[in-house]
């Protein structure tokens, strides 16, 4: 157990609609970053938050928006869903800002039908 | 920027065998290089990293990894191979000079493992 928590753990939903997934990091960590995994691209990083601000962004479409609160919890809001955004969505948390040893969750595995 | 290429898809080895998973990467600067290990239906776990010093980095699990500048390698080993190891890994650098490079972590493409019986 990686001390980081990711709900649901699984969610079904129609294309067009409006999704958020929720990332609680390990205890003490500041950093909490967002990835897609899917089968064709691989793991690719969307999004970073270190304390409350963002701080980097990767291949992360418009469509897509997260927000990092104050008590450090994370969201990551998916709207306009495409049957192609079907994928596991990772979090992942780390003490600093830039990146160094990243400790996941165990994902949120979306299906767009 | 920076990339990594783990060459094999798949790696099949015997049950106590030593095990080899490949890693290259390109960085303009020093790398930081981690490998992690994905289980099914579970997130990826920290196996180790190298950042400096000893070319050779023991992580979790028995396994270890050697760092090799010339060649821009890091190849995951463990000397004897068990069932549980079966699992999907990664490797990862990110670009250890400040402000060279990019910010995040580049993840290779996996490399899935069998562990034979």
């Known amino acids: 157990d990686s001390g980081v928590t990711q709900t649901p753990k699984h969610l079904i939903t129609a294309t067009g609609q409006r999704v958020t997934l929720r990332c609680s990091p390990r205890?003490?960590?500041?950093?909490v970053y967002w990835y897609q995994q899917s089968l064709d691209q691989g793991l690719q990083f969307l999004i970073q938050?270190?304390?409350?601000?963002?701080?980097a962004k990767g291949n992360i479409l418009e469509r897509f928006s997260a927000q990092q609160f104050p008590d450090l919890h994370s969201e990551l809001n998916l709207s306009s869903l495409e049957l192609g955004d079907s994928a596991l969505y990772f979090c992942?948390?780390?003490?600093?800002?830039?990146?160094?040893?990243?400790?996941f969750g165990p994902g949120t595995r979306l299906t767009v039908l | 920027a920076q990339s990594v290429a783990q060459p094999e898809d798949q790696v099949n080895v015997a049950e106590g065998n030593p095990l080899t998973v490949k890693c290259t990467y390109s960085?303009?600067?020093?790398?930081?290089l981690f490998w992690y290990v994905q289980y099914p239906n579970r997130g990826l776990q920290f196996l180790l990293k190298?950042?400096?010093?000893?070319?050779l980095v023991k992580g979790s699990y028995g396994f270890e990894a050697e760092f090799n500048k010339s060649q821009t390698s890091f190849h995951l080993k463990k000397p004897s191979a068990l069932v549980s190891d079966s699992a999907l890994y990664f490797c990862?650098?990110?670009?250890?000079?400040?402000?060279?490079?990019?910010?995040?972590?580049?993840f290779g493409k996996g490399t899935k493992l069998s562990v034979i019986p």
């Open positions: 992942a948390s780390s003490v600093f800002e830039l990146p160094d040893t990243q400790y």
């Open positions: 205890s003490g960590d500041l950093s």
């Open positions: 938050y270190y304390n409350g601000e963002e701080r």
């Open positions: 960085v303009s600067g020093n790398p930081y």
């Open positions: 190298y950042i400096t010093g000893d070319n």
């Open positions: 990862a650098v990110r670009d250890f000079s400040s402000g060279a490079g990019s910010y995040q972590l580049t």
